[in-house]
């Protein structure tokens, strides 16, 4: 994989500076707030730019009265 740098890929930037605050973010916040699509992949290339970041399965159910909630 050709990883980008940080220093010149504004699209890692925004994902960088999206997740610098140590907050948990699911893929959708993530691909509206730092506006990517694979964020998979900006989270690859982060990493071979020497980034540690943790990636966390969330387990979800659908409830009838409230929606989808964590399990």
């Known amino acids: 994989m050709h990883a980008a740098s940080l220093d010149r890929s504004p699209r890692l930037q925004r994902v960088h500076a999206l997740?610098?605050?140590?907050?948990?973010r699911s893929t959708l916040?993530?691909?509206?707030?730092?506006?990517?699509c694979a964020v998979n992949s900006c989270i690859s290339e982060l990493r071979v730019n020497g980034f540690r970041i943790a990636c966390c399965g969330v387990a979800l159910k659908i409830d009838p009265l409230?929606?989808?909630?964590?399990v």
């Open 19 to 24: 997740l610098s605050d140590g907050v948990e």
């Open 29 to 36: 916040e993530i691909i509206a707030k730092a506006k990517v």
């Open 66 to 70: 409230r929606g989808v909630i964590r």
